[in-house]
Nanobody, 120 residues
Framework: QVQLQESGPGLVKPSQTLSLTCTVS??????????WSWTRQAPGKGLEWMGV???????YISPSLESRTSISRDTSKDQFSLQLSSVTPEDTAVYYC????????????WGQGTQVTVSS
């Protein structure tokens, strides 16, 4: 059973960089045909897909966030990370990591989510 757990600060100041890590257990992030994604949900809004880093290490970022978002990984720890720079209060959201299953083209395992608030 694959499990994902987000970790990182719950409070970030405006203009700073938000950094979150997702730790994967029960599977390897280098297993073929799976990607590892980040999605967020701001208060009162729907889910917003942010990006994915695939089993081969190639990352794809949502065009709307591309200028200030990066996704990286540490294969030795089965972890992948999100960095979102120049945050504003509009980046306040619950952030989720998930596994993207390319066989069926959907997120089949999710972390529980972590609340991040951007405030001074």
């Amino acid at each position: 059973q694959v499990q994902l757990q987000e970790s990182g600060p719950g409070l970030v100041k405006p203009s700073q960089t938000l950094s979150l890590t997702c730790t994967v257990s029960g599977g390897s992030i280098t297993t073929s045909y799976y990607g590892w994604s980040w999605t967020r949900q701001a208060p009162g809004k729907g889910l917003e897909w942010m990006g994915v880093i695939n089993y081969d290490g190639i990352a794809y970022i949502s065009p709307s966030l591309e200028s200030r978002t990066s996704i990286s990984r540490d294969t030795s720890k089965d972890q992948f990370s999100l960095q979102l720079s120049s945050v504003t209060p509009e980046d306040t959201a619950v952030y989720y990591c998930a596994r993207h299953n390319y066989y069926f083209d959907y997120e089949d395992y999710w972390g529980q989510g972590t609340q991040v608030t951007v405030s001074s």
